[in-house]
């Protein structure tokens, strides 16, 4: 059981390396929460780096090259059934999604369940 799950808000991948660089060793999760700019501001990476994000999409599983975590994706984006799959691919062990950011949720959790073997959380 986690009981400390940082929770890292970063503006590049710069900023995000050197953060988990703080918590290596300490702990074996953390938590990026990830901001479009219009569900809830200000964007944050790698929205506010839309172009390396884009880049990055066919890498499956990039988000280790980050070092070996469990990373907890919080989407605070609009319509978080565009990008779920995306971040999952990219090595997210979890999504957090706001009820209030769709009007899909139960299409979405449905998807997810049924492509990624989603479990209850």
Known sequence: ???????????????????LARVSGLVNAVQIDVVDGRFATPATWPYADHERMVARAGEHGWLKSFGSFRYEIDLMVEAPEESAGFWIDAGATALVVHIESTRYLP????ELKSKYGYEKG
């Open 1 to 19: 059981m986690n009981i400390v799950v940082p929770t890292i808000l970063t503006n590049s991948q710069d900023d995000l390396e050197g953060k």
């Open 107 to 110: 299409r979405l959790i449905n």
